[in-house]
């Protein structure tokens, strides 16, 4: 890092991948804004923040929202002075058969997964500065059985990242995404709990399963992410955009 810190917007960074994002920025140097729409859970990790001796605040917004989004980036450029770094992290789950998926239900993962993306790459690009980071995952390569909503949302921010990458490198900046696999967080707590309810599973089991296939042995943590993120969001990878990258420990082989 430079003598002058960089300024790194995280969403849906009050737990899990999201906080350890946010953490290891901060352990690189960053000032780190802090988004959850859950404030106290925000808080919390601006608290830690502020322990290693970085600055920090927290945003509650849902990604959803656009006036939101463009608020929360105002905010953070207003106090910081400039926005380096969008880590578009926030994101939800969904375990349905496709045919038992509603308009409701395609309704909402839609408009955060993918909305909430496009959100805040449009709030961010307008900084002309820096680079976007979006949160993909091996559902953006392969449609998973019981994850089809899920699915094509992650292909969607796939797909989103490339024409960014391409539309944005004109103003210097560059757009890549970050593809985590099976990460031992409460959002795959959700997801084998209801994998379980239909395939007749006990607790745990389903969780299991997809961790068999891992290939370095074992389930992935959110620090694993982390350590992607932060090359990302680093000068190392200045030559590098439009591109979403698998960190999964050897599940998908592209």
Not at 17 to 32: E, K, M, Q, S
Not at 85 to 109: H, R, Y
Not at 115 to 125: D, I, P
Not at 136 to 141: E, F, G, K, L
Request: charged share 20%; net charge negative; proline share 2%.
């Amino acid at each position: 890092m430079s003598s002058s810190p960089k300024i790194a917007l995280v969403t849906g960074a009050g737990r899990g991948i999201g906080r350890a994002i946010a953490l290891r920025l901060a352990r690189d140097g960053f000032h780190v804004v802090i988004n959850d729409i859950h404030l106290e859970n925000a808080q919390s990790v601006v608290d830690e923040i502020k322990e290693l001796g970085r600055e920090s605040f927290a945003v509650q917004a849902d990604v959803s929202k656009k006036d939101e989004v463009f608020q929360m980036v105002d905010q953070a450029v207003k106090h910081f002075g400039q926005l380096d770094v969008m880590v578009s992290n926030a994101g939800i789950a969904q375990v349905k058969p496709l045919l038992e998926v509603t308009e409701e239900d395609m309704n909402k993962i839609v408009q955060i997964n993918v909305f909430g993306v496009l959100y805040c790459l449009q709030a961010a690009a307008e900084q002309k500065r820096g680079k976007i980071i979006h949160a993909a995952s091996i559902a953006s390569y392969k449609g998973f059985s019981l994850l089809g909503a899920y699915s094509a949302t992650k292909f969607a921010v796939r797909g989103l990242t490339q024409a960014a990458a391409q539309e944005l490198a004109p103003f210097g900046i560059t757009v890549n995404a970050y593809c985590p696999g099976i990460v031992d967080t409460q959002m795959w707590d959700l997801i084998d709990e209801k994998m379980a309810h239909y395939m007749n599973l006990k607790k745990g089991e389903a969780f299991r399963q997809f961790s068999d296939g891992i290939t370095l042995g074992r389930p992935e943590t959110p620090e694993d992410v982390a350590k992607f993120v932060s090359y990302l969001a680093s000068e190392d990878s200045d030559y590098m955009t439009g591109q979403s990258v698998m960190i999964d420990g050897g599940v998908i082989f592209s």
